[in-house]
């Protein structure tokens, strides 16, 4: 796991002198965090008047927000949407830029484009896109003469939004799903080529399993990533009284904290997302084993 | 017969495969396309539906300086904060992935696993402790909060430095050993040249990720326009100028064209880069 | 990009914890003098009048008064980041529903002590605007300027639809009558201009005005319960206007207009205070502005006056009562008044030329004469976050399948559940 040299003499002193930073990184911010959200999360505190102590009071009101439970099930069902959408699309898009012949490197580079982009901007750009008369998309529909979508309506603001963040996150997975691609022999094609094989049981037997640990990489960053959801939000469903029409945890948490100033509130909400993204990776570690194949 | 192999998978591309990259390409350069033209149109015309501008106009760039003065303090800001964050993660990360690729010493395994277990706690937890902290201390409303934790390094970068420098043969070091290199001689003269491409790919992941950012400046610089950074002030404008499609679209393409430009002049390395953060 | 997953400095939990139990404080009695900061929210239009009127300021006291304006959208956050800062300002704008929250929070510094020495300072001010600010233990800010609720509407429009321009005899029935006339329609069926735009998510505007002119309340008497769904009379109206009529626009139409579609020309009548004249004195169509119509329990607006407030633990509060006297003075009141964007509390000016002779020329005496039917907005602890989930739960309003009773039902009881729990 770490290397093999044996500090010498003054090598010792370098060494911890270079590893400080990630020392006091690791205890000063992330365990120090954890540590003081769990404290802030038993009080009640809004940053003008003291802090008063109530216990699990926040977790045995979250328990029963119906805003907070409908938000966490929005988290879920948004990264139980938008996962697959990725991980299948940025595969679909390497496979097909692994197919390309001249021209490879335009196309990667303008499938790229989006993930470079900031998400702000990109939600900007969709408001405009799925605005409800004028929008680009009406347009093109009405133009066909189909009936129009109202897309950041209520039924459809959930698809919409997932569809824009999937747009902008695709690019990059396809780009390291691509590295994996290449990075398989070409020999085991060959071999499969000889016996006679279908292109599919080659994506099957050979593909599939020898890029599974970039495809476990890419579906483990997409998860977090989904489960800790934004900045689209914020830019394609914040409502004029600054409450979402497709609140995430995330948002919550900002809403609570940094509007109402709920500290406690809002840093049992962080806690509660931290426990649930925990569990899910404990779950993805589990499964690691039994669907990745390394060598 | 592999050259034969390697050949025919070089030859130019099926029609069917055409297509498909020509609607891709359609789908991803779409939205920026409309992005552009809508903000060459004149107001009048924002609601025409045309994708080709019929009157074509810079009044909405024009516009952009005088009644969005502090978009160049915003973007300025972006870039300040960004590479910031983007040095300090490159060098400590750099650092304790040099360490922990070279050296054995008591501690290091418990120390490495620590620092990648600390990988799955999500950075919000520490969103209210922090500005917490840097409220009781004065520091909420300056720019500070946004880079300082950068030098803190990071699970991620060293992760991914530590992996690359693995596959740095470690006779190297060791043979520098013997000619007397210190400790961070090794790291300046062998390891940082060496792992270069690493670096960028860190680098360009910082750069990126903070740019986009924007609810950590959404918090700490809410509406102080000339401290705060390109997203918070594109959020603001679209509520302010809600429905001037024609402007706001001007302010989106300045923010999306500094990036943009960066991206297309360094897209090798920024694409081999990041294709390597894939690779176990 | 993977998100950044760069540690982050945390704060070190005892000290965080340490920090919990101490409350830092300063102020006391400074003489008037040096640097104050002032916070207003508005846009940059008013940003400048501010800063105008505090280089006058500063020539007439020597004070330099450092005046901040924000977005609405952000003002609240950036007021909060200043508390959390240990840096609130002097002074800064209050919106009068919201001072309960403030005041109860014990985050703001009473400003009787300073009245009692100037007992004449008051006079002339309209008590409608002083209730909001007067506490059992005096008074904690006073108001700078207020609105009424008045019908603006687009004179080109009426023309063209040849309808009569709104007058005091309108009754709500009229209205609709005029609104559903002035909701046009293109060759293919799509609607290209509406009647009216209802922004059934803001209190003030029309929602409690309507409520009021059909005899309900917002509130119970002990502001413990939210009112607003014992009378559906003027909810049913507003709900058959969006689906029946289709003379309101609802919520995602709206927004790929802006906020404000009497602004882009796109609606016919639009309901708000007197902050809106300056930016509508440039457009392109001719418009005025009329009395709100009648209900069956008679004409009914609302009052709403913006405050300024001082900071409890702020460090030149001194300099900041001088702010507050200048504005307040008959010398800044004037200079408000021209400016345009809201009514002098002082009646003397509000009846002077200084605020009847605006460059636009419309009906001023609409504004002064609502004073007589006004009612005032609630105030109470826990306004902001009532307001806002009621205001979100009705977003469901829009919506063609949902009963317009379940829409109150449900955002009464959302609007319930929130002042239960800020109340706390």
């Known amino acids: ?295 | 017969m592999i050259d034969k192999i390697a050949r025919r998978r070089r030859r130019p591309a099926s029609v069917p495969v055409y297509l498909a990259l020509a609607i891709v390409l359609v789908v991803t350069a779409g939205p920026f396309l409309w992005m552009l033209s809508t903000s060459l149109k004149p107001q009048a015309d924002q609601y025409d539906g045309r994708f080709i501008p019929a009157r074509l106009t810079l009044r909405n760039y024009e516009r952009l300086i005088s009644s969005a003065p502090y978009l160049l303090d915003e973007v300025l800001n972006s870039f300040e904060i960004s590479l910031l964050n983007t040095a300090g993660q490159v060098v400590t990360c750099a650092m304790a992935g040099f360490i922990f690729a070279v050296f054995r010493f008591k501690g290091s395994k418990l120390l490495f696993g620590l620092l990648l277990a600390t990988f799955v706690i999500p950075p919000q937890v520490a969103l209210i402790p922090n500005f917490i902290f840097f409220s009781k201390i004065g520091l909420v409303g300056t720019k500070l909060p946004l880079w300082i934790t950068a030098f803190l390094g990071g699970a991620y970068g060293t992760f991914l430095l530590r992996q690359y420098y693995t596959s740095i043969p470690i006779e190297l070091a060791e043979a520098g050993r013997m000619d007397g290199v210190t400790l961070p001689g090794m790291f300046f003269r062998i390891y940082l040249p060496l792992g270069k491409p690493a670096l960028s790919a860190l680098a360009i992941i910082t750069f990126t990720g903070t740019w986009n950012d924007l609810i950590r400046p959404l918090i700490y610089l809410p509406s102080q326009q000339k401290l705060t950074t390109l997203t918070v002030g594109l959020s603001l404008y679209q509520a302010t100028y809600s429905g001037q499609w024609t402007f706001l679209m001007a302010c989106a393409v300045l923010s999306v064209f500094p990036i943009l430009l960066i991206f297309f002049v360094a897209q090798k390395q920024i694409i081999e880069g990041v294709a390597l953060t894939g690779i176990k | 990009m993977p998100k950044k997953r760069s540690l982050s400095l945390a704060a070190l939990c005892c000290a965080v914890a340490c920090c919990a139990l101490l409350s830092v404080s300063c102020g006391g009695g400074k003489k008037a003098a040096g640097t104050i900061k002032v916070l207003n929210w508005g846009n940059e239009q008013e940003g400048k009048v501010w800063t105008d009127l505090a280089a006058d300021f500063q020539k007439k006291t020597g004070i330099k008064a450092e005046v901040e304006t924000a977005e609405w959208s952000v003002y609240w956050d950036k007021i909060n980041t200043l508390y959390a800062a240990n840096t609130p300002p002097e002074v800064f704008a209050m919106d009068a529903p919201l001072f309960m929250d403030w005041y109860t929070r014990d985050a703001l510094a009473s400003v009787q002590p300073y009245l009692d020495k100037d007992k004449a300072f008051l006079d002339g001010v309209y008590p409608q605007t002083l209730a909001a600010y007067k506490t059992d233990k005096g008074y904690f800010g006073l108001p700078r300027d207020f609105q009424t609720i008045v019908l603006f509407y687009n004179k080109d429009m009426f023309d063209a639809a040849k309808v009569k321009y709104p007058d005091a005899s309108w009754t709500y029935d009229d209205f609709r009558a005029a609104a559903k006339k002035l909701t046009l329609k293109s060759a293919a069926g799509k609607i290209t201009q509406w009647g009216y735009q209802a922004d059934m998510y803001d209190i003030e505007g029309n929602m409690s005005e309507a409520v009021w002119a059909y005899g309900g309340e917002i509130m119970n008497a002990d502001m413990t319960k939210t009112a607003l769904g014992v009378k559906m009379d003027s909810w049913k109206l507003f709900s058959e206007m969006v689906h029946v009529d289709k003379s309101i626009p609802d919520t995602d139409t709206l927004a790929q207009y802006g906020t404000d579609a009497f602004l882009a020309g796109k609606v016919a009548m639009i309901s708000f205070g007197h902050w809106m004249v300056p930016t509508y004195q440039d457009v392109a169509f001719k418009w005025d502005v009329a009395p709100l119509p009648k209900g069956p329990a008679g004409r009914a607006t609302s009052i709403n006056s913006a405050g300024f407030v001082m900071a409890k633990n702020c460090k030149n509060p001194d300099a900041g009562w001088e702010w507050i006297k200048y504005v307040l003075s008959k010398e800044g009141q004037t200079r408000l008044a021209q400016l345009g964007f809201a009514i002098p509390i002082r009646k003397e000016v509000a009846e002077s030329a200084a605020f009847l002779d605006q460059k636009v020329k419309i009906d001023q005496k609409v504004f002064l004469d609502a004073v007589q039917y006004a009612h005032m907005k609630p105030v109470f602890r826990g306004y902001d976050q009532w307001s806002s989930a009621f205001g979100d739960a009705m977003s469901a309003f829009y919506k063609p399948d949902v009963k317009v009773e379940k829409v109150i039902a449900d955002a009464v009881a959302a609007a319930d559940a929130a002042l239960a729990k800020a109340a706390k």
């Open chain 1, 1 to 295: 796991m770490t290397g093999t040299l044996k500090p010498l003499g003054a090598e010792r002193v370098w060494l911890w002198a270079m590893l400080a930073p990630t020392i006091l990184g690791i205890i000063f911010g992330t365990a120090g965090s954890l540590v003081a959200s769990g404290a802030i999360s038993l009080l009640k505190w809004d940053l003008i008047n003291p802090a008063s102590w109530v216990g699990l009071g926040n977790y045995s009101q979250l328990a029963v927000d119906p805003k907070f439970l409908a938000s966490i099930r929005v988290t879920l069902e948004f990264t139980a949407l938008y996962v697959p959408l990725c991980i299948v699309g940025s595969l679909a898009l390497a496979l097909l830029l692994n197919r390309g012949g001249h021209g490879q490197g335009f196309f990667r580079t303008m499938v790229f484009a989006p993930s470079i982009t900031s998400a702000v901007a990109i939600g900007l750009i969709f408001n405009w896109i799925y605005a409800k008369d004028e929008g680009l998309l009406n347009r093109m529909i009405a133009a066909v003469g189909l009936p129009t979508v109202n897309w950041l309506g209520d039924r459809n603001i959930f698809f919409s939004v997932t569809i824009a963040n999937v747009w902008g996150a695709l690019g990059e997975g396809a780009i390291i799903l691509l590295a994996g691609l290449k990075s398989v022999p070409a020999t085991y094609y060959e071999a499969a080529t000889i016996d006679g094989a279908s292109a599919r049981k080659k994506f099957f037997s050979i593909t599939l399993p020898l890029i599974s640990p970039a495809i476990f990489f890419q579906v483990i960053i997409a998860t977090v990533n989904a489960l800790q959801a934004f900045e689209y939000i914020y830019m394609l469903t914040r409502r004029t009284q600054g409450e979402s029409a497709m609140a995430t945890v995330v948002y919550m948490v900002y809403r609570n904290g940094f509007r109402w100033f709920s500290m406690g509130l809002a840093s049992a909400q962080a806690m509660i997302l931290a426990v649930v993204i925990i569990a899910l990776m404990v779950v993805y570690f589990r499964l690691e084993k039994k669907l990745v194949t390394y060598d």
